[in-house]
């Protein structure tokens, strides 16, 4: 895999004599990048191009390859790799588009099974390339290079890598590699992150993602969060994936978009979720040069209230609250503004601000202990310029040093971007923007801030896999995709989900029996492995208080439902014991064709979509997920006891573990709603659950 980014030899195969043509310009690119390994050409026309030596085929080629850059018509590639496997080839960067994305999905395939067949790793096809600045390499068709730098980016769209190329050279912001994986039909940004995590010289992971292939979702999860342990993993993720389109069936499921979905897993693989370019590579220029933000508080300085204003909403907003800064701090630095200016936080040194003032004001703040970070915004104005302002932050720096997260913006016409590039280039994170500069400054909070909370310990539900196997073959044999009340029941219960007393009656004189043994008040719900929602066509009565009222209801229900689905099977009733409300929670589950399978707990009960109050997380879960999924909800506020007596929470957090659980032993199972659940202060109990199975 390594080779991909840093080769000791490459073959361009379909290095065109043709100078305008892809093959020649990859291998122009490649000389005039610095690479220093041996380099060779295949093309069955030409002996040498650009004074490389040119073999007809790679398995001519006399010494040893490591990678070799394929740039020929898509229909020649299968024969490419069939002969780089046999010349013991072990990566291949196929640039050639006409694959997948145009349909020619078989094409594709055979690619990668002839690849598989040889132990070789594909990168694409459909890729612009790839440049790595420590080797140095450029083995794209770009005859520009980025700056070098610690961010590596991979993207899925090498239209947009190329243009941001540009776009970060003019701004200053470097990068380690960018990588081009196009249609990942093999190399995915699993296995980068897994590379990329290793390299010292990569300190910040940025990816630009439009979808993952189906299953991959998990591996990619895991493999951020254990990259994210060691240094940031940001993402943009646009458009949606396939996930969206799989049909879903329960309530709760149906809550779960898959853009959702990516949302829940990339928090718990604490990968920074960037909402647009700007925000990913602003994120990135921040995280790539800052250290660890210190215990205190963080500091605005600035000469303009409003911007301080702006930049303050903008970190409060991002969960980085500004405190007042300590007494003697404040009296150190009235010393660098007029009366009429702020030593609080925001630090406004106000319209009277020099480049000297600003100078002084931050090697106070830089050097003190109790500054967590800083951030500068100046506006241009007739004194002091631009370059002056980004004189006296350098020299600032100089005599302190960057101990701490230093975020700076200066706000004016063309002549601040120069500056802000000085600035970058003398390691300080520039923006032109105070918004930008603050959002900035805010993901440096949270990359550290989630650094640090532990992974937790898985949170395993061990549940009576027989039992449970015995209940679902049955309904699979009988080919049904819903499994009644009852046997919804039984599998909750086998997994150790508390559910309501309840007992199954085939018979009006039995469902009198049970109500007996189970104690009025009692509901009754048809018996059918055909309907979900029973309440909707009147197979269910609830507190029911007397036996005369028992035979009562069931006569109308029996009629009513029967009139209102007359196709639906009806096996018999199950008589339920009638609760004492609680607050009513639902946990669910379903399975996300990328993700593979995805819990999620909320607010319950009927008003659950109008409510829209719930969180997700990936199975499989761990303690802190799920007490993560509680906090980020408002029924968690309710259930940790607002303006009433704290519920059991912990009882909840069991009957998460257990659906979670119970999805990921049982593949046939597509969804689960258990809804609602009354939580007590003592105790939880599931109302009603739906297991559902894959058609
Ligand atoms: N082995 C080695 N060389 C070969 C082979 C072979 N099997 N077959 C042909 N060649 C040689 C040819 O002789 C030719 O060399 P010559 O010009 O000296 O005669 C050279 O390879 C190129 O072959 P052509 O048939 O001329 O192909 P062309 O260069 O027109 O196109 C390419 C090939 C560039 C791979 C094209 O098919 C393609 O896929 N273009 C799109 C690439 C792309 O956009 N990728 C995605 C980027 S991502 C983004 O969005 C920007």
């Known amino acids: 895999m390594w080779a991909i980014l840093r080769p000791n030899s490459i073959a361009v195969v379909g290095a065109s004599r043709d100078p305008s043509k892809i093959g020649s310009r990859i291998l122009r690119n490649i000389l005039s990048s610095g690479f220093q390994g041996v380099v060779y050409g295949v ?92 080797t140095p390499i450029n083995y794209s068709f770009i005859d520009a290079n980025p700056l070098p730098g610690s961010v590596a980016f991979i993207s899925q769209s090498g239209a947009l890598m190329t243009s941001l190329l540009w776009w970060t050279r003019e701004r200053g912001i470097g990068f380690s590699c960018l990588v081009s994986i196009g249609n990942r039909a093999d190399v995915g940004e699993a296995d980068l992150l897994a590379l990329l995590r290793e390299d010292p010289r990569t300190k910040v992971v940025a990816i630009y993602i439009e979808g993952l292939g189906l299953g991959e979702g998990r591996k990619f ?9 060691v240094k940031p993993v940001i993402v943009l993720k646009a458009g949606r994936s396939e996930a969206a ?63 301080g204003v702006m930049a303050a909403d903008v970190l409060n907003g991002m969960g980085v609250p500004l405190a007042p800064l300590p007494q003697d701090l404040q009296e150190r630095l009235r010393k660098f503004m007029p009366p009429f200016g702020s030593a609080r936080n925001p630090v406004d040194l106000t319209g009277m601000m020099t480049a000297e003032s600003l100078r002084g004001a931050l090697v106070e703040v830089l050097r003190d202990p109790r500054v967590g970070a800083v951030l500068v915004w100046a506006g241009q104005g007739a004194i002091p310029t631009p370059e002056e302002l980004g004189e006296a932050v350098v020299s600032a720096v100089r005599e302190v040093g960057l101990a701490k997260p230093l975020i700076v913006s200066i706000t004016g016409g063309g002549e601040c971007r120069e500056v802000l590039k000085r600035l970058i280039q003398a390691g300080v994170p520039s923006y032109e923007s105070p918004e930008d500069a603050a959002s900035a ?8 801030r989630r650094r640090g909370e532990r992974k937790g310990e898985p949170a395993r539900v061990e549940g009576d896999r027989a039992r449970a196997k015995e ?52 509901a009754l719900a048809v018996e059918t492995p055909d309907v979900a929602h029973k309440t909707d ?60 399978p995805v819990v999620s707990f909320g607010w319950g009960g009927v008003m659950v979509e109008l409510v829209r109050d719930f969180s997700l997380r990936v199975a499989p879960l761990t303690q802190d997920d799920i007490e993560d999924m509680i906090e980020e909800t408002k029924a968690g506020k309710v259930l940790k006891g607002y303006r009433g007596p704290p519920l059991d929470v912990e009882a909840l957090k069991n009957i998460v573990a257990s659906v979670a659980s119970l999805m990921e032993d049982f593949e046939e199972i597509s969804s689960v709603d258990a809804n609602p659940i009354f939580v007590y202060e003592k105790g939880a109990v599931a109302v009603d659950v739906k297991v559902y199975l894959k058609a």
């Open 471 to 522: 209940i679902l073959g049955r309904a699979r044999a009988e080919g049904r995709v819903l499994l009644t009340p009852v046997e919804s029941f039984e599998v909750a219960r086998a997994y150790e989900i508390p559910v309501v007393e309840y007992a199954f009656a085939p018979d009006l004189e039995t469902a009198a029996k049970a109500a007996r043994v189970i104690g009025y008040p009692v």
């Open 537 to 596: 066509v009147g197979g269910i009565a609830l507190n029911i208080k007397s036996e005369e009222e028992l035979r009562a209801a069931y006569a109308k229900v029996m009629e009513v439902f029967a009139r209102n689905v007359p196709k639906a099977r009806v096996f018999g009733v199950s008589v339920r014991k009638m609760m004492p409300r609680g607050f009513e929670a639902f946990v669910g589950a379903r399975r996300d064709p990328v993700f593979g």
């Open 43 to 134: 093309n069955p026309n030409a002996s040498e191009v650009l004074g490389v030596r040119c073999y007809p085929s790679v398995l001519d080629v006399p010494g040893a390859v490591d990678l070799a850059v394929v740039a020929v018509p898509a229909r020649f590639v299968p024969q490419v790799v069939e002969e780089c496997g046999r010349k013991g080839v072990k990566a291949v960067a196929v640039i050639s588009s006409g694959f997948k994305e145009v349909g020619n999905t078989d094409l594709e395939k055979e690619v990668v099974e002839i690849a598989k067949k040889h132990g070789i790793r594909i990168l694409g096809p459909n890729i612009v390339g790839v440049w790595d600045t420590r």
């Open 441 to 448: 400054l805010a993901a440096v909070y949270r990359y550290y």
């Open 221 to 229: 999860l895991d493999e951020a969060l254990e990259t994210s342990t």
């Open 245 to 307: 389109v799989e049909a879903i069936r329960s309530h709760t499921g149906s809550l779960a978009g898959s853009d959702e979905v990516y949302e829940a897993a990339l928090k718990q693989a604490r990968a920074l979720r960037a909402a647009s370019l700007r925000e990913l590579f602003n994120w990135a220029l921040a995280l790539a040069l800052s250290p660890e933000p210190g215990e205190g508080t963080a500091v605005i300085l600035t000469h303009g209230g409003g911007a």
